[in-house]
């Protein structure tokens, strides 16, 4: 099992950056695959970004595709969220989800297949 620990959010004017992180316990975080989700007010839950075990392999939403960079350290057993150009559009509470032992190139991009949530970092944007 792995506990999940967001952190980074806050407000930023549109045009900004934020880093998102996701500090995960344990010892075998190399053993998860990791994603980014967003829920605005009102809306479902979205994916946003996804990182494969191994870091080799990176998917995004159409959305931030450009802007956001999805990244992990390993040995820091974090993943991280690099935002650039933010958008009013942006603004969202971001869970950082983890998933265990799929095959090491996989990402996941669907929240049903995550097992392991964090308890989100509110990111606003004001534009």
């Known amino acids: 099992q792995v506990q999940l620990v967001e952190s980074g959010g806050g407000l930023v004017q549109a045009g900004g950056s934020l880093r998102l992180s996701c500090a995960a316990s344990?010892?075998?975080?190399?053993?998860?695959?990791m994603g980014w989700f967003r829920q605005a007010p009102g809306k479902e839950r979205e994916f946003v970004a996804a990182?494969?075990?191994?870091?080799?392999?990176?998917y995004y939403a159409d959305s931030v595709k450009g802007r956001f960079t999805i990244s992990r350290d390993n040995a820091k057993n974090t993943v991280y969220l690099q935002m650039n150009s933010l958008k009013a559009e942006d603004t969202a509470v971001y869970y950082c989800?983890?998933?265990?032992?799929?095959?090491?190139?996989?990402?996941?991009?669907?929240?049903?297949?995550?097992?392991?949530w964090g308890q989100g970092t509110q990111v606003t944007v004001s534009s």
């Open positions: 989800a983890a998933q265990r032992a799929p095959p090491p190139s996989i990402v996941l991009v669907r929240a049903q297949t995550y097992d392991y």
């Open positions: 344990g010892r075998t975080f190399s053993s998860y695959a």
């Open positions: 990182i494969s075990r191994s870091g080799g392999s990176t």
